[in-house]
């Protein structure tokens, strides 16, 4: 067995996090696993990425282009910058909400919106919701990669489920942040079953009204 | 009782020297080598290990080195350009040798992702003599910092411990065992002339030195039937692979749909280098390809005993440009290079492939570029922009201009667009003395080019600050020094240093103040003010600047990515001239404006008030006052 995770976000969004969450879920479910992480300079509002290898045998934390089977993106151009580590049939979880840099590095306008059609042109299991608005909801946007990895469990595309996820949350999240990270959890894996099976869907928005 | 968990390399690394009886460490902050200490220093008190962030490098060595003489078992943390600092001592201590022993881990940086070289600590062993060991994973990190006490102790020298980035920084299932409270019984200092160095002991001691080399050579040799750091697997062609530290596990993944091709000598004891293995190795081999990131180190010993034994091995490498001679390793660069090996020598061997991405890298549209810079409400923000009104003030005054010299820290991120404040730097604590050299320069002293400022952080100054300073004072040079001090080591993840009044351990000490001690350096002017009031930081750096003879401000504030916001700014899209002033002027990322409409505030904010300082219409108000 070998499952390649590539996370890609922007300083600050709590990549580095999500790495170890997918990594210690890793662990506990029995298997090896190595991780590569940007940490120091690079954080501070950079692009940031972290590849999380998980299986059999005990090779290098850097995934080779190609290779990854699920890109995990916090930020819908992180994700796209980093497409060329996806495999053919590999999978995308990917934050809509955009995070637009300063204007003072001289770049072209910024179309969230056309990036995730390039993702899901080239990618036909993309999974696109605004998990940044939902963990607002759930009580801070700061939860929004905790939110993505639930839809990443929820949707079946990592090698645990999101009962073994949510047990190395509960470990790991200090215990005041833990009922909030429980809200985003369970919206997030609400939020995938509904885009799984649209007609569960439809009867939530019945319900709505 | 063993246990498997995931730590990250720098971690194993602590578990590793705490397994193997560490009594006291020392070192300096530094990506990628921080968290070796960090950890250590939260366990000390459980283990009765004592831990300590010195000012310096050089200061941690030195601090190790005199707990070693006293038969402790001691590390050393730092970064490698860390090893800079402290290889003054590191030469000396060669010849002299140790008693209990010292590990000095450094932590080299290929890529680099966050460093001012690329250099190879394996070279700096080659130079000092001094053994190196060069991990993979962490598990080998942990195994090997066990290895480097047991080695230091046994030949009485100091042992490097060198990872690189993805070893230090890559997490892993490490298998460690229970940790025993150290002994606390060291023998304790023995009066002897061979702690002393003197020209006659060095002549004495200089043949014991290079005997070791021998000898650990030859240990290093047997260590290949004895353990699975170094190994040599056979292949089915008379191809062979050398390769260490992480590079190995490029290789097995570059290689492994080919894996019964190649004969593969892993090395981890790189220095001094296991010669009668790689002999032996060598004899079913005809040609050679060496993978390793960084200098040709081992490309290079290998090439010096094929020469002196006259061997008939091809040897491809860095040096017949085959591998890249800079930059950061992967299985991709190892699949290029090796199949640029195999076309050279016309083997009948199919070249290795590469896996095929969705999308190739060059064919990803233009995305937005998100260079580094200041965290939103960082302070540093208003100190380089108070600093570039106060000189554009002065410009316009008397015509001189202003050289801005920067240092390493966070505030390196001067340079940054659109502040633009950094026009020199170099290394630690040059911003200063670089300054002061800019000072003595025919043109300034003319009267009519430039005036100097120098920006150092906190942790700086103490670390090469001060000895910069006297010499700037002593020597009359014109120079303004601004201190950036955020109240911690922000760069390296927030690590206390003497300013701040608390040791690594977490216990209360003396803290010195950065103004009393530019005021005893000899700083006539010396001023601390908040850098919160940007009109007021403005007026203290044009004064400051003014002012004839050396000058310092100390720029109080706080780290945000250590304090809690108080706030969030919005902008009022009735009062918005679109000027574009917040964006254009200060480059922070919480603040974006589209082609049309009023520039936003982003989530980011962390309420410091700069955009609202600098709006000439009172356009970006405060929000809400976070709970």
């Known amino acids: 067995m070998k499952f390649d995770i590539l996370i890609a976000g922007v300083g600050g969004q709590g990549v580095v996090l999500a790495s170890r969450l997918l990594a210690t879920a890793a662990i506990d ?30 090779c290098g934390s850097l995934i080779p282009a190609g290779n990854a089977d699920l890109i995990i993106g916090l930020e819908p151009a992180e994700a796209a910058r980093n497409i060329h580590f996806l495999k053919k049939d590999g999978s995308i979880v990917v934050n809509e909400h955009a995070v637009i840099p300063s204007a003072s590095a001289n770049n072209a ?65 200090p215990e005041k942040y833990r009922e909030l990270n429980r809200k985003a959890f369970d919206m997030s894996l609400e939020k995938v079953a509904c885009i799984k099976d649209p007609e569960q869907q439809e009867q939530v928005q019945v319900m709505d009204i | 009782m063993t246990a498997k968990r995931i730590l990250m390399g720098n971690e194993a690394i602590a578990f590793g020297a705490m397994k193997a009886g560490l009594q006291v460490a020392s070192g300096y902050p530094g990506t990628p080598s921080t968290e070796v200490m960090e950890t250590i220093a939260s366990h000390a008190s459980k283990y009765g290990i004592y831990a300590e962030w010195a ?79 060069d991990p993979s994973t962490p598990q080998e990190a942990y195994d090997m910092a066990k290895l480097a006490f047991k080695l230091s102790h046994e030949m009485e020298i100091p042992v490097i411990l060198r990872t690189t980035t993805r070893v230090s920084h890559g997490c892993a299932d490490v298998v460690t065992e229970d940790i025993e409270q150290a002994g606390r019984d060291i023998e304790g200092y023995v009066k002897e002339p061979r702690w002393t160095i003197f020209p006659k002991l060095t002549a004495q001691r200089h043949p014991w030195l290079e005997d070791l080399q021998i000898r650990i050579s030859d240990r290093f040799s047997d260590l290949f039937s004895e353990n699975t750091f170094n190994s040599i697997s056979k292949g089915n062609s008379k191809i062979g692979i050398a390769s260490s530290g992480v590079s190995s596990l490029y290789t097995n993944e570059a290689t492994n749909k080919q894996s019964g091709t190649f ?72 699949i290029e290079g090796v199949n640029s090996s195999l076309q050279a020598m016309n083997a009948e061997i199919p070249l290795l492939t590469h ?65 633009n404040m950094v026009d020199t730097c170099l290394c630690m604590g040059a911003g200063i003395s670089m300054a002061a050299g800019l000072s003595h320069t025919q043109q300034y002293q003319d009267g ?39 109240r911690t080591t922000a760069m390296t993840g927030h690590q206390p240093h003497p300013g701040i009044g608390l040791t690594a351990m977490g216990n209360p000490t003396k803290a010195i103040d950065i103004a009393e001690v530019l005021r005893s350096c000899g700083v006539d002017l010396v001023e601390t003010i908040e850098a919160d009031d940007l009109g007021e930081c403005i007026e203290t750096a044009k004064m400051a600047i003014e002012y004839e003879g050396p000058s310092a401000v100390v720029f109080k504030g706080k780290c945000v990515g250590i304090t809690k916001a108080t706030g969030q700014y919005v902008i009022d899209e009735e009062k918005c001239t679109g000027c574009n002033f917040c964006v254009s ?22 309420g410091c008030s700069l955009c609202a300082q600098v709006c000439p219409s009172d356009a970006i108000t405060l929000r809400e006052v976070l709970q």
């Open chain 2, 55 to 133: 000012t310096n490098e050089k200061v941690a060595l030195e601090t190790a080195v005199g707990a070693a003489y006293s038969g402790a078992n001691t590390l050393v943390t730092m970064k490698q350009v860390g090893l800079n600092v402290a290889s003054d001592p590191l030469m000396s201590l060669s010849y002299i040798g140790v008693k209990g022993s010292l590990v000095i881990l450094v932590s080299d940086d290929p890529g680099p992702h966050s460093s001012q070289t690329e250099q190879d600590t394996r070279a700096f062993g080659h130079f000092s003599n001094i053994p190196v060991l």
């Open chain 2, 355 to 419: 896996s095929t991405p969705v999308v190739a890298r060059e064919n990803i549209p233009a995305l937005p570029v998100r260079p580094p810079t200041f965290c939103a409400g960082c302070m540093h923000r208003t100190v380089f922009y108070a600093f570039k009104k106060a000189a554009a003030k002065l410009k316009k005054e008397n015509g001189k201009g202003t050289v801005f010299s920067g240092d390493i820290g966070c505030y390196t991120l001067g340079n940054a667009q659109p502040l």
């Open chain 2, 448 to 486: 009519n080019y430039a005036k100097q400022v120098a920006f150092i952080g906190d942790s700086t100054f103490f670390h090469s600050g001060i000895a910069a300073m006297i010499s700037a004072v002593y020597n009359n040079a014109d120079i303004t020094l601004a201190v950036l001090d955020n």
């Open chain 2, 263 to 334: 004969s593969h000598f892993k090395l981890a004891t790189v220095h001094p280098f296991p010669e009668k293995a790689a002999l032996e190795f060598l004899n079913d081999i005809t040609d050679l390809i060496v993978i390793e990131e960084l200098d040709p180190y081992l490309e290079e010993q290998f090439l010096q005993l094929i020469g002196r034994y006259h061997l008939d091995v091809n040897v491809y490498g860095k040096k017949n440009g085959h591998f890249p001679v800079s930059g950061e390793y992967d299985v991709d660069v190892v």
């Open chain 1, 109 to 173: 306008e910024y179309i969230p919106e056309q990036v995730i059609e390039f993702l899901k042109k080239n990618c036909q299991e993309t999974i696109n919701v605004d998990f940044t608005q939902l963990a607002k909801e759930a009580g801070t946007y700061r939860a929004a990669n905790v939110a993505m990895l639930a839809a990443a469990a929820g949707a079946d595309l990592l090698p645990f489920n999101p009962d073994e996820l949510w047990s190395v949350l509960e470990k790991m999240v």
């Open chain 2, 585 to 606: 002027q200060l480059g922070c990322p919480a603040i974006f404006s589209m082609s049309s409409g009023v520039p936003q505030i982003q989530d980011n904010c962390t």
């Open chain 1, 29 to 58: 479910a029995g298997y090896h696993v190595a991780t590569a992480e940007t940490i120091g300079m690079a954080q501070r509002e950079g692009s940031v990425t972290s590849h999380v290898r998980i299986g059999d045998e005990v």
